[in-house]
């Protein structure tokens, strides 16, 4: 992942008492950080393609039935 254009998207909890907002933190920490952590948690792959194939990755990803994500890789 280049990290100059990396972008991670989340929720503001915005109408949650800051309560609630501490218990969503303390359930996360408990049992999402430790699987992330140990790899148990990943991010499904549908499939990757070549760069070099990128018109062929974006006629993959608008297709129905994939699950998963779709990327393109960067071969040396």
Do not use: C, H, Q
Request: glycine share 6%; aromatic share 10%.
């Amino acid at each position: 992942m280049m990290t100059r254009r990396a972008t991670y998207t989340g929720s503001t909890l915005r109408s949650r008492s800051r309560e609630e907002k501490a218990r969503v933190i303390s359930l996360v920490n408990e049992s999402v950080v430790p699987m992330w952590a140990s790899g148990d948690l990943r991010v499904p792959l549908a499939r990757s393609f070549s760069l070099d194939d990128a018109t062929r990755a974006y006629d993959y990803f608008a297709k129905p039935g994939k699950f998963g994500k779709v990327m393109l890789r960067v071969d040396e």
